[in-house]
């Protein structure tokens, strides 16, 4: 495991940054930082300079997470677009602002999961530690008003009435284990505990079915999202709705596992 650990943090020392430090989401990227990037290295980083007392991994961690926050943060929905294109040459890049044009729900999921995993082995007097919590909460506050009335979030987070839209299994799993990792650890007020149990049951009562032989089936998890390629994804709301839906994603399963251990706390 140290070998691997170890090769990833050589990895992470190379890995190619924006002008101001932020890291490319991948090399076939360039000049652009996706929400999902975050919980990719964000708390491994954290963790790994908590683990192997290396504090400037858990400065490095802080900084990825500035840098997300400045460029992706909307004030006026208090949730963060799916990416940013420091050079503006991708064509879903807005000339202005650099931002992707959506919300996606699952994007902004990895977020906050990567928010309360990697506060975890912060110092509560590290100088970006005061901001993360306030994140934190400001998040917390905000999508409690996108989840509808059965306890689920959208793919298109801020536009559920939208033609096409509809509810997705991973975003919903991801926000149930954010807010009860972040109730359990003291980062939210425990009012929030009711946002993670109405995840829940909308999740078993929606999208969870039943198999004969007693194993259960996890609905409507987005296969994949990403913004750019081939062919290229233009981060339109038409593109988000049309992405694949496959039973028992890993991406939805996982955080479902990780949220229902945090509500049995």
């Avoid at 990227?29 to 964000?42: N, R, T, V």
């Avoid at 536009?159 to 919903?172: I, L």
């Amino acid at each position: 495991y140290k070998l691997a650990i170890e090769n990833l943090i050589d990895q992470l020392k190379k890995q190619p940054r924006t002008t101001d430090g932020g890291f490319w989401h991948k090399k076939i990227y360039p000049y652009q930082m996706w929400l999902d990037g975050l919980y990719m290295a964000s708390p491994f980083m954290a963790r790994y300079g908590a683990e192997f007392n290396c504090p400037e991994w858990i400065d490095e961690a802080v900084k990825q997470f500035t840098l997300c926050h400045q460029h992706t943060y909307d004030t006026k929905t208090g949730l963060y677009y799916h990416a940013w294109n420091e050079d503006r040459s991708q064509r879903w890049a807005d000339l202005e602002t650099g931002h992707s044009p959506n919300f996606w729900g699952r994007s902004i999921g990895w977020w906050f999961m990567a928010l309360v995993d990697a506060l975890e082995y912060i110092p509560q007097d590290h100088s970006g530690y005061a901001d993360m919590i306030k994140w934190t909460k400001e998040l917390a506050e905000t999508l409690s008003k996108y989840q509808d009335k059965n306890g689920l979030w959208y793919q298109v987070i801020d536009q559920p009435s939208r033609t096409g839209n509809f509810p997705e299994a991973s975003v919903t799993t991801q926000c149930m284990y954010a807010y009860m990792k972040a109730v359990n650890k003291g980062y939210i007020d425990s009012r929030y505990r009711a946002i993670a149990e109405k995840a829940f049951k909308g999740l078993c009562d929606k999208l969870l079915i039943s198999n004969p032989d007693g194993t259960l089936t996890l609905t409507k998890c987005c296969q994949v999202g990403g913004l750019g390629g081939k062919p290229y994804r233009d981060g339109s709301f038409e593109y988000y709705i049309g992405e694949k839906m496959r039973d028992n994603d890993a991406k939805a399963t996982g955080p479902f596992i990780m949220g229902c251990i945090e509500l049995n706390k």
